[in-house]
């Protein structure tokens, strides 16, 4: 029997989220219906409530989540009813060129429900957030966008692997290859760059320089691991990363920004040989400009983290693990837990840029 449950739905452009009551079918071949415990309020919530993502309103927001397998479909055998589970929006195919070569963290033919949620009132089908759309109490998603992990973890702190803070982590331990002894510079520290810094302590890197404008973020940077923190508002983010390194410049830079002033800081704030990630998300306008000779002459790798290139099934249960040993704090990144009717609130806090993440807890 399809379920109602209250689901939060960006109904036009711009316009307020609200509550609405959504309509939940039981999960087909390959799907799962899985009960949400917790959701993080991510800045792509916000953007697709914007019209930034695509205009194919009505959406059902919400995709950093972790929750309980209620139900699955046929076929389904890698999770099971009663299975705690973190949500992911990159259910790898196993079959395409990508996956088939070994690397199906890049798969191209990820997947999500067949089936679409509709609004009880009008029938209408919703675009779920990523695939997922976990503001709500049930969602129906591909089962391969769940992960199975240690149950004793708190949801709202589990769910927050979903998203920004695996794109984080990522982008220092898999894009980055942050290794023992390393230097790392972050750029922007918002929560994917604490997160890279988290990454990159966790990665055993020596040095930790975070870079930000604004002084609260540069002490929350502490908090998660950052050795040195450069004020780029009063000090030349460059001049001060090379003079925190010997003259040579950081091993890894993690350009969390997406701009391309940030992203030249970036380029030049690096050693000779060595590693940009671009893990901050650029708008469709902007352009980079550099003398060509200088990435020649520098040579090493200009790289760009997509989801922290993570393989969720490798990745989710192993942070959770160390997490749990009390060697990853993944709690310094929930700021507030609210109500499923408070996120448009949560949507204008972090608009002022004051949290790293509010969760809602169901
Ligand atoms: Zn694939
Ligand atoms: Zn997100």
Redesign the pocket.
């Known amino acids: 029997m399809a379920q109602e449950v209250r689901g939060v739905i960006a109904p036009g452009k711009d316009e307020p989220v609200r509550i609405e009551t959504i309509v939940v079918p039981d999960p087909g071949p390959g799907e799962a219906v899985v009960q949400i415990q917790a959701c ?1 309020v ?4 916000l953007h697709y409530k914007q019209g930034g993502i695509n205009d194919e309103f009505p959406f059902l927001l919400g ?2 989540a972790a929750g309980v397998v209620e139900s699955v479909g046929e076929g389904v055998t890698d999770v099971a009813p009663g299975d705690f589970v973190i949500l992911n929006w990159r259910a790898v195919c196993g079959k395409c060129r990508a996956c088939l070569r070994g690397r199906p963290w890049y798969c191209f033919d990820t997947h999500n429900a067949t089936q679409r949620m509709t609004l009880a009132s009008t029938g209408q089908e919703l675009s779920p957030a ?1 695939g997922i759309g976990a503001f709500a109490e049930k969602t129906l998603v591909a089962a391969g966008q769940c992960t199975k992990v240690d149950p004793s973890v708190s949801a709202a702190v589990a769910g927050l692997l979903g ?2 803070v695996m ?1 984080g982590i990522g982008a220092a331990i898999n894009t980055g290859q942050v290794g023992r002894g390393d230097t790392v510079a972050v750029i922007g520290c918002g929560g994917v760059g604490d997160a890279a810094v988290a990454g990159a302590s966790l990665a055993g890197a020596a040095k930790i320089i975070a870079v930000d404008i604004d002084e609260h973020k540069l002490t929350k940077a502490r908090e998660m691991g950052a050795t040195h923190t450069v004020n780029s508002r009063e000090t030349d983010p460059v001049e001060a990363i090379r003079e925190l390194t010997g003259g040579f410049g950081a091993d890894v830079v993690i350009e969390a920004v997406g701009h391309p002033e940030t992203y030249k800081q970036a380029f030049y704030a690096r050693d000779l040989a060595g590693t940009v990630v671009l893990v901050g998300v650029p708008t469709p306008e902007m352009k980079l400009e550099l003398p060509l000779l200088d990435v020649f002459g520098r040579g090493g790798s200009l790289k760009s983290s997509w989801y922290g290139d993570c393989l969720p099934s490798r990745d989710f249960p192993m942070l959770i693990d160390l997490h749990l040993q009390g060697r990853l704090d993944l709690e310094a990144f929930v700021t507030e837990t609210i109500q499923l009717d408070e996120v448009e609130k949560a949507f204008e806090r972090m608009h002022h840029g004051d949290v790293l993440r509010s969760v809602v807890v169901l």
């Open positions: 993080g991510c800045h792509t919530d995709h950093e990523l998203c920004g794109a």
